[in-house]
C-alpha cells in the first residue's frame, strides 16, 4: 500500500477512535469532572492542533487549555480540527510527505537527549500525531475503568474488523 494511502487511512482510524471516545466522555458525569481525563484530551487535540499547524506552515497560536472550561468544549474543538485535518490529508500531495518537517520545540532538545535532533519528514510526524494520540486515548481508557465506567475499543484491528467505519 502507497504511503499516502496508508497514512490517509491511519488519519481516518484516528478520527473513527477520538470519536468512540468522545462518545463515551460526553455522556459521563464522573469523566467530565476528571481533571486528568481533560488534560489527557486536551493534549491530544493540542497535538494534533500543532501538528496540522506545522504542515501548513502556519504560525503555532493555540488556544490554552484553561480556555476550556469542560469536556465538551474540548471535543468541540477536537471535532473542529478535523474539518481541517481530514481537508488537508485529502489535498496533501505525496511530494510533501518527504519534506522535513519544521518543529520548533526541537530546539531545546539537544541539551535533554546529549545530540542534534535529526531531522524527520512529514510523513514522519504524521505517524507521529497517530501513534501519539493512541498512546493517550488508551491512558483515558485507564482512567474510565478506574471510574468503574466501560471505555470504547478503538484498537486499529477492531476498526478493520468493523469494516473501517467513517465519521459523517
Do not use: C
Not at 501513534?131 to 475503568?145: D, E
Amino acid at each position: 500500500m502507497e504511503d499516502q494511502t496508508l497514512i490517509k487511512e491511519f488519519f481516518h482510524h484516528m478520527h473513527w477512535a477520538d470519536n468512540e471516545l468522545w462518545k463515551v466522555l460526553e455522556n459521563s458525569p464522573k469523566a467530565e469532572s476528571n481533571d486528568k481525563i481533560m488534560e489527557l484530551l486536551y493534549h491530544i487535540h493540542l497535538v494534533q492542533f500543532l501538528y496540522l499547524k506545522i504542515w501548513k506552515n502556519e504560525k503555532l497560536e493555540y488556544p490554552k487549555k484553561n480556555e476550556f472550561d469542560s469536556i465538551k468544549q474540548i471535543i468541540k474543538w477536537g471535532k473542529e480540527n478535523y474539518i481541517k485535518f481530514n481537508k488537508f490529508i485529502s489535498d496533501v500531495p505525496e511530494s510533501r510527505y518527504i519534506e522535513i518537517a519544521k518543529i520548533p520545540w526541537t530546539n531545546g532538545l539537544e541539551k535533554k537527549i546529549g545530540k542534534k535532533p535529526e531531522e524527520v519528514s512529514v510523513k514522519e510526524t504524521m505517524l507521529q500525531v497517530v501513534f501519539h494520540s493512541s498512546y493517550h486515548r488508551a491512558q483515558i481508557n485507564t482512567k474510565l475503568r478506574k471510574l468503574d465506567l466501560t471505555p470504547p475499543l478503538f484498537d486499529y484491528i477492531y476498526w478493520l474488523w468493523m469494516g473501517k467505519p467513517t465519521i459523517k
